[in-house]
């Protein structure tokens, strides 16, 4: 397993895509991306399809959303803009080829909404849907639901 941090000033969705690809193995793997993270996965798989086995998209956040977007600095701005997911214009979604799981928020959130989930479900070939639970830092979250879905996620992707 590998965790690199995501940037801490990426001034844009590549920038960080590519931050991330420095820090992964030289093999295919299961991306495990959540909230904002979504994006900056998407945009790896986007860019380097034969380094993502599987992608994980866990409490994706929402996009779009006038109330939640205007909660953050103006300098964030340019990373905004997207379809379903900031960073993404939805034709891109129909283009990922590899398996996608979509972990929705339980219970959603301003920032997490299941419409992001429904969406994304919709858009991506083949997507399927994985128990949802609550992100970290909510007062629900545990880690095993978490851990379930990435474990039976990732075992799926070995079978024939």
């Not at 798989?45 to 998209?57: I, K, M, N, Q, S």
């Amino acid at each position: 397993m590998a965790a690199p941090d995501r940037a801490m000033r990426a001034g844009s969705w590549a920038a960080e895509a590519a931050h991330l690809a420095a820090g992964l193995p030289d093999r295919p793997v299961v991306l495990v991306a959540g909230s904002n993270g979504c994006s900056a996965a998407v945009r790896l798989a986007l860019a380097a399809p034969e380094r993502v086995r599987g992608l994980l998209l866990a409490w994706p956040a929402t996009a779009g959303d006038p109330q939640a977007d205007g909660r953050l600095p103006a300098e964030l701005a340019p990373l905004l803009a997207g379809g379903v997911l900031r960073g993404v214009a939805d034709g891109e979604l129909t283009g990922l080829r590899m398996p996608v799981g979509v972990l929705p928020a339980v219970p959603e959130n301003p920032v997490h909404r299941r419409r992001t989930a429904d969406a994304l479900l919709a858009l991506v070939p083949g997507a399927a849907e994985l128990p949802g639970c609550p992100e970290p830092p909510h007062p629900l979250f545990r880690p095993g639901p978490l851990v379930a879905a990435v474990a039976g996620f990732a075992a799926g992707l070995s079978r024939p």
